[in-house]
């Protein structure tokens, strides 16, 4: 099983990003997905989820209405839509699954709002 982020960067408050997670050595289909981060000193905190087919999304109450989880079932891969970017969205952002018992995290990308 490997889940590889990517889409980090350093943007400026108020912009976007979008950060995508490959998911391979599983069926991708068969497993709900969810993206995390970790700020420096801070434990790593959840920020979204979505189901298998997508029908169920839950979002943090700090990202909710700016961030927007999805996924493309055919091309293996989930995405974190960021918007309307904040300070304290500064974080190392990891995809999650929960496959065949075991958790499995991807390395994660760092994603720095600053002006």
């Known amino acids: 099983v490997q889940l590889v982020e990517s889409g980090g960067g350093l943007v400026q408050p108020g912009k976007s990003l979008r950060l995508s997670c490959l998911g391979s050595?599983?069926?991708?289909?068969?497993?709900?997905l969810s993206w995390y981060r970790q700020a420096p000193g801070k434990e790593r905190e959840l920020v979204a989820f979505i189901s298998l087919a997508g029908a169920i999304k839950n979002y943090a109450d700090s990202v909710k209405g700016r961030f927007t989880i999805s996924r493309d079932n055919d091309k293996d891969t989930v995405y974190l839509q960021m918007d309307s970017l904040k300070y304290v969205d500064t974080a190392r952002y990891f995809c999650?699954?929960?496959?065949?018992?075991?958790?499995?995290w991807g390395q994660g990308t760092q994603v720095t709002v600053s002006s």
């Open positions: 050595g599983f069926t991708f289909r068969d497993y709900a």
């Open positions: 999650y699954a929960h496959i065949l018992g075991s958790d499995h």
